[in-house]
């Protein structure tokens, strides 16, 4: 199956429904800051916003968001421009994919 279709379904509680859309929102707003960032070698503040997206994800059932948080991080405090573009382009792909389904 091509993996750029392949969706990925992640159940959520309907209780949740009205901050979903929101909680996206930043996390594409957080990987155009993060691009920005890493122009301007900028890794204190992205080794934030990965700090931040590590606690985003979990808690609302969006572990790969977590995870992916988590690994840029990680390459900020090591100020590798190549891998914290690698995990934004695969929060980018996450997004894209992710399917919610409210049950």
Same mark, same amino acid.
């Given at each position: 199956?091509?993996? *750029? #279709? *392949? #969706? +990925?379904?992640? #159940?959520?509680?309907?209780?949740l429904m009205e901050i979903i859309p929101d909680l996206f929102?930043? #996390?594409?707003?957080?990987?155009?800051? +993060?691009?920005?960032?890493?122009?301007?070698?900028?890794?204190?503040? +992205?080794?934030?916003i990965g700090h931040n997206l590590k606690g985003a994800g979990g808690g609302f059932g969006f572990d790969a968001i977590s995870e992916i948080g988590q690994r +840029?991080?990680?390459?900020?405090e090591k100020s590798s421009p190549a891998e914290v573009s690698a995990c934004v382009a695969e929060l980018a792909e996450y997004l894209g994919r992710v399917e919610v389904r409210y049950s």
């Open positions: 199956m091509d993996n *750029e #279709r *392949e #969706r +990925i379904v992640v #159940r959520i509680d309907p209780d929102d930043f #996390r594409r707003k957080d990987i155009s800051t +993060i691009t920005s960032l890493v122009a301007e070698g900028n890794f204190p503040a +992205i080794k934030v +840029i991080e990680h390459a900020a």
